[in-house]
């Protein structure tokens, strides 16, 4: 079972960045995509964004799109979410998670797919 370590939340003020990571603690055959989801206190996990780990595809939640950036170095077996001008409404735990399915746009929302997860960084939007 892959293992996953998540790092670089924190409290930052509306319009900051961050940059989180994820790092897995081995990369088997069968880990072909790799996502970011966040919850917030009382709601439900949420997609945030994912990457194909072969090709590079990367997929974003409409709430995100455009501030926020997922990429991968597959020999360090990591992969990033470069978050920018950050909102509150961004306050959440960010969870990392694979799959051992090339996801497509129609699936990689959905948690069902991911079959491991990380214990999640904080991130807290705060003036």
């Known amino acids: 079972q892959v293992q996953l370590g998540e790092s670089g939340g924190g409290l930052v003020q509306p319009g900051g960045s961050l940059s989180l990571s994820c790092a897995a603690s081995e990369r088997t055959a069968n880990t072909a995509t790799m996502g970011w989801f966040r919850q917030a206190p009382g709601k439900e996990r949420e997609f945030v964004a994912a990457?194909?780990?072969?090709?590079?595809?990367?997929y974003y939640a409409a709430s995100v799109r455009g501030r926020f950036t997922i990429t991968r170095d597959n020999a360090k077996k990591t992969i990033f979410l470069r978050t920018n001008n950050l909102k509150p409404e961004d306050t959440a735990i960010y969870y990392c998670?694979?799959?051992?399915?090339?996801?497509?746009?129609?699936?990689?929302?959905?948690?069902?797919?991911?079959?491991?997860w990380g214990q999640g960084t904080q991130v807290t939007v705060s003036s």
């Open positions: 998670a694979t799959s051992g399915y090339s996801l497509i746009s129609s699936t990689v929302q959905s948690l069902r797919m991911y079959e491991n």
């Open positions: 990457i194909r780990l072969n090709g590079g595809a990367t």
